[in-house]
């Protein structure tokens, strides 16, 4: 079945270093990936998204790494600051003709001043 | 722009009583998702809506039902509520069916006591 799933469910860092958050996905059909992040009492906000076709896609202080031989996913955060501390989400969707994503668990960041 | 609005922000009900929560999507976009979220975990997809139709639905008993108005706001209603059903219920529009990014809305917290 499809699962998305993380390998830390916490992650701590110090302000100014660099983050990277792993997710490993189970579904080779997926076409789609996607980075939410989501503070407390908060829906997710998205942060960075990319196409299977690709393998790297950057954005502002957040690069998105896709591995698909592995099914491998991550986020990398430059210069982490406070306001990143966060829960964040993988998520993928399968090529199913209409817009389901499926969620991990999540990785809990923390990052001290 | 606002963005996805929900409503009630918060709200308690008992077992056996029955909830709706409403969504008002982004202007212009014309599909509205639906996500549960229990404490701890990340979301998982209920309903997708479209024009008013329903594309997709998610993993969840017929306690769940929902619909999609002429203005693409949506309505979500569960029936008969469990225990098991408290979490944080999340709104998302995209543009078009299936492509683009989810929007999520802050989401509608129920608590099932």
């Known amino acids: 079945g499809e699962s998305v799933g993380l390998h830390l469910p916490t992650l701590s860092v110090q302000e100014g270093d660099n983050s990277i958050i792993n997710c490993a996905y189970s579904?080779?059909?997926?076409?789609?990936f996607i980075w939410y992040k989501q503070e407390s009492g908060k829906g997710p906000q998205f942060i960075i998204d990319?196409?299977?076709?690709?393998d790297k896609r950057q954005g502002q202080r957040v690069t998105v790494l896709l591995n698909k031989t592995v099914k491998h996913l991550s986020l990398q955060i430059a210069a982490t600051q406070p306001g990143d501390s966060a829960v964040y989400f993988c998520?993928?969707?399968?090529?199913?003709?209409?817009?389901?994503?499926?969620f991990g668990t999540g990785t809990r960041l923390l990052v001290s001043p | 722009d606002a963005g996805v609005t929900q409503s009630p922000t918060h709200l308690i009900k008992t077992r056996g009583q029955q909830v709706t929560l409403r969504c008002s999507p982004i202007?212009?976009?014309?599909?509205v998702s639906w996500y549960q979220q229990v404490l701890g975990q990340g979301p998982q997809f209920i309903f997708q809506?479209?024009?008013?139709?329903?594309?997709g639905r998610g993993n969840f008993p017929d306690r769940f039902s929902a619909r999609q108005f002429p203005n693409y706001s949506s309505e979500l209603n569960v029936n008969a509520l469990l225990l098991g059903d408290s979490a944080l219920y999340l709104c998302?529009?995209?543009?078009?069916?299936?492509?683009?990014?989810?929007?999520f809305g802050e989401g509608s917290r129920l608590t099932v006591l």
């Open positions: 809506y479209y024009e008013k139709e329903e594309r």
């Open positions: 202007s212009g976009h014309k599909s």
């Open positions: 998302a529009s995209i543009y078009s069916s299936n492509t683009g990014e989810l929007f």
């Open positions: 990319i196409r299977s076709n690709m």
């Open positions: 998520a993928e969707r399968a090529n199913t003709g209409f817009q389901k994503l499926v």
């Open positions: 579904n080779s059909a997926s076409d789609y």
